[in-house]
Structures are given as structure tokens and as C-alpha cells.
């Protein structure tokens, strides 16, 4: 099955900075790549995706690169605030038959003001 | 669009009664709902598939006669927790793909439901 590791698994930046996650994939038929954000007591919540025929996705402040060869996505927040704290999962689906997508094990972002 | 409900948000029980936790997709049909169970700091762990109208599908090493799972229209899937033990006490979370969906489109969760078993 699918192997999906994230890094890191916390990150700390002062307010202004940015902040870079890092996710790296197994099967090289995926081609779905989601980012959801979780707030402390609620559910994840997706703030951006990207499929495999796109390289790089931004939305704002927020911006999802992709290199299939390398089997690696990344979040990239730039200009981050405090309201960006909370954790952040990766994930990997669309393989073959699977609908299931594959999540990473969260990376804790903390901005401090 | 794409809004997801989840009832209730926090539900304390007595150890040995069941719980029943529901999940709506308000605004889109969804054939297929997914269970997870989350623990403190770490991931999202998959427990079942919820298909409208059939069996669910179980992850391995979920028990599937203590947590019943029951699609029974395309708006609503519950998550029922029988005769629970303090060991069951965790934030539980569903979440829905629209009907008709491919598998590269996302999952819209609730909002979790915290149960403590007491």
C-alpha cells in the first residue's frame, strides 16, 4: 500500500515568516495530493490540492508544489499569522482503484506573534 | 458547499452503554462516508468505509459488532459505540466524498466528536 511520511512534525515561526511541510509518497500512480488543516477540536478542513498534471498550486498565501519523479509535495505559507496555527496533514490518493486517500502523520505548526 | 455535520460534539457515557454519533452531508449526496478515530497528537486512523444501502467495510482490527456502522440514506451515516469501556474514549471523525466523485477529489469532514467513557 501506499507510504506516506511528513515532515516535520512540528515547526515553529515567528509571525511574517514562512513555513515550508514536506511530503513524500511510495506509489508513483498516485495523483492526488490534498493539504488539510485541523484547528485544535474540530475536523481537518482542505485549504488546497493538487493532481498530478499541475507542478505548483497557489491560492493566496498558500502554495502546493509537486515532483512526481521525486515523489514529494510540499505546503509552502508564506506571510504566516497567528490564525495559521494548528496541524496540517498531507495526503495521497486517486491510485488505481483505491479511493481511499493515505494521510501523513500531521505536522504541528505554531506562530508566534 | 461541500458542508459536512457531526452530532454530537462531545458526549460523556457511563462505561457499558452504547452511543450513537451521526454524520450529514448538508448540502451534497455521498454514496460513500468515511470513519476515523483520532488519539491526541497523532493521525487520522481509518476505521470503516460506510457504503449507502450495504455492509460497511472494516479496517483490520476494528471490531465491527462494537462499533455498528449504518448508511442508511445518501445524507446520513452513524457510528454507534456499543457497551463502551473507557479504552474507547477518543475523538472519532467522519467525512464524505459527493456522490459520483473520482477518487482525486477531496473528503469533506465534520467536525469530530470528543466521547469519554467514564
Known amino acids: 500500500g501506499e507510504n506516506v511520511e511528513q515532515h516535520p512534525s512540528t515547526l515553529s515561526v515567528q509571525e511574517g515568516d514562512s513555513a515550508v511541510i514536506k511530503c513524500t509518497y511510495s506509489?508513483?500512480?498516485?495523483?492526488?495530493f490534498p493539504w488539510y488543516k485541523q484547528e485544535l477540536g474540530k475536523g481537518p478542513q482542505l485549504i488546497i490540492d493538487i493532481r498530478s498534471n499541475v507542478g505548483e498550486k497557489k491560492d493566496q498565501r498558500i502554495a502546493v508544489t509537486l515532483n512526481k519523479t521525486a515523489k514529494h509535495f510540499s505546503l509552502h505559507i508564506t506571510e504566516t499569522q497567528p490564525e495559521d496555527s494548528a496541524v496540517y496533514f498531507c495526503a495521497v490518493g486517486g491510485t488505481g482503484g483505491s479511493y481511499i486517500p493515505t494521510f501523513g502523520r500531521g505536522t504541528s505548526l505554531i506562530v508566534h506573534p | 458547499g461541500a458542508v459536512v455535520s457531526q452530532h454530537p460534539s462531545r458526549v460523556i457515557c457511563k462505561s457499558g452503554t452504547s452511543v450513537k454519533i451521526e454524520c450529514r452531508s448538508l448540502d451534497f449526496q455521498a454514496t460513500t462516508m468515511f470513519w476515523y478515530r483520532q488519539f491526541p497528537k497523532q493521525s487520522l486512523m481509518l476505521m470503516a468505509t460506510s457504503n449507502e444501502g450495504s455492509k460497511a467495510t472494516y479496517e483490520q482490527g476494528v471490531e465491527k459488532d462494537k462499533f455498528l456502522i449504518n448508511h442508511a440514506s445518501l445524507t446520513l451515516s452513524t457510528l454507534t459505540v456499543t457497551s463502551a469501556h473507557p479504552e474507547d474514549s477518543s475523538f472519532y471523525i467522519c467525512?464524505?466524498?459527493?456522490?459520483?466523485?473520482?477518487?482525486?477529489?477531496?473528503?469533506?469532514f465534520g467536525n469530530g466528536t470528543r466521547l469519554t467513557v467514564t
Open positions: 467525512s464524505a466524498r459527493r456522490q459520483g466523485n473520482s477518487p482525486d477529489s477531496p473528503l469533506h
Open positions: 506509489d508513483s500512480a498516485s495523483n492526488y
